[in-house]
């Protein structure tokens, strides 16, 4: 897999926690680097341990699938893809979520770990076509993408107030059917 497909995949995978961080920048009060620092390492760390559980259960199972490896990827992306932009179009109200005074560890823990089931999902996608040795790299792409997109999307979620927060999720699930879609159609026709 390409650096660049590893870091589109990153990137789709933080518009989740991109839409959790941007209402939480929409709805703090006091908006403090260390607070958005704290939040996008949060996220980061997740979106990069995910991805390891879910390549090293996926390795255990994978001389079982190779034959239907591309049809699992395909369809755990674009599964991954459509219930992102279903979710996105439900949740129209970004107020809905509770303000970033409120955000404990605790909180902000399940809140990472809620936004990186997807990556999971990845990492057993990952099993199938990267080798072990590239898996940490892929994880870290994975992890930095989401830092950065993360602490990003605090400052714009106070400057530019709820109009992203769809529009990210929608985007996040389009990249990763367009990625499910071209695995499939490489191993069916090249």
Excluded: W
């Excluded at 979620?157 to 999720?169: L, V």
């Amino acid at each position: 897999m390409s650096i660049i497909q590893v870091i589109l995949i990153g990137a789709a995978l933080s518009m989740d926690a991109l839409a959790v961080s941007i209402t939480n920048g929409i709805t703090a009060k006091k908006l403090s680097f260390l607070f958005a620092f704290k939040l996008a390492l949060c996220f980061a760390l997740f979106q990069g341990i995910m991805p390891l559980i879910g390549f090293f259960a996926g390795i255990s199972f994978k001389s079982l699938i190779e034959r239907v490896d591309h049809f699992i990827a395909f369809g755990l992306l674009v599964y991954i893809g459509v219930k992102m932009i279903i979710e996105a179009a439900k949740n129209k109200d970004v107020q809905s979520e509770e303000p970033s005074q409120g955000l404990t560890l605790k909180r902000l823990i399940v809140l990472a770990v809620a936004t990186s089931i997807d990556a999971l999902a990845v990492g057993v996608t990952f099993s199938l076509m990267v080798p072990v040795k590239e898996i940490f790299i892929d994880a870290l792409i994975i992890s930095a993408c989401t830092f950065v997109i993360c602490f990003a999307g605090v400052y714009a979620g106070k400057k530019a107030g709820g109009f992203f927060k769809q529009g990210a999720e929608i985007f996040g699930g389009v990249i990763l059917i367009a990625i499910g879609t071209k695995i499939l159609i490489e191993h069916l026709f090249f």
